[in-house]
């Protein structure tokens, strides 16, 4: 994968780019608060190995685990630039995402996303995603009435029974709240944690699966059958 600087605004922002030949389906990788995609080699690679062209935009790491509407709403804006510069408009686009990027792009396809009493993200509906694989997603800031009314695209979810960040809790509401409306897969591994899904984990967590590498394998696979499903 290459690395382009893209602007916005004043500023500018590396996105990591796999351009696959063809009409392949492309897929944004929505990072999670770390900002670097690169810390999820297997799954990217697994992607380009399937033959999507891959779109990873890069973020400065988020300070705080309760980000702002500011933060929330750079990365949904900077997600869809990078769509406009590096993916064919006939394209089919499918939205993968780690943690606090999972929760955005549900957002981006058009839930409420709510970060407390009248704090909403103001996050623009993004009309060219068709699908979503999130990966230990928070849901808290979508448990408003009719905050996911809107959206209507298959989704995957995956958590892990260890995570202590996002618990799979969460993820079991997404999928309860969703059912009726959309298709919607959920995995729960027995062991996994929140970083379990990233090869390069943060500096002095304790990473509870005896096989983290297979585990990589195994989701990275199945990310890649629902894209191209």
């Known amino acids: 994968m290459m690395t382009e600087m893209l602007k916005d605004g004043d500023g500018e922002f590396p996105v990591s780019v796999h ?45 705080s685990s309760y980000p702002s509407e500011g933060e929330l709403t750079l990365r949904a804006r900077r997600l869809s630039r990078a769509l406009d510069l590096f993916a064919e408009p006939s394209a089919r686009i499918s939205g993968v995402g780690h943690s606090i990027g999972a929760a955005v792009l549900v957002a981006m396809a058009g839930a409420q996303m709510w970060l407390g009493p009248e704090r909403r993200a103001d996050i623009a509906r993004e009309r060219r995603l068709t699908r979503l694989a999130l990966l230990a997603p928070p849901t808290g800031f979508f448990q408003a009435p009719d905050a996911l009314d809107a959206v209507r695209i298959p989704m995957l979810a995956w958590a892990g029974s260890a995570d202590t960040v996002t618990p799979p809790a969460q993820s079991e509401w997404l999928a309860q709240a969703l059912r009726e409306q959309l298709p919607i897969t959920l995995h729960v591994t027995d062991g996994a944690g929140h970083f379990s899904f990233m090869d390069l984990a943060p500096p002095h967590t304790v990473e509870p699966l005896p096989d983290k590498p297979a585990f990589l394998r195994q989701f990275s696979n199945e990310v890649c059958t629902f894209v191209l499903g």
Do not use: D, K, Y
């Open 19 to 63: 351009e696959a030949a063809g009409t392949a389906p492309v897929v944004l990788f929505a990072v999670g608060s770390g900002g670097v995609p690169e810390r999820h080699a297997t799954l990217l690679q697994a992607l380009v190995e399937s033959g999507c062209t891959v779109i990873a935009p890069h973020f400065a790491r988020l300070a």
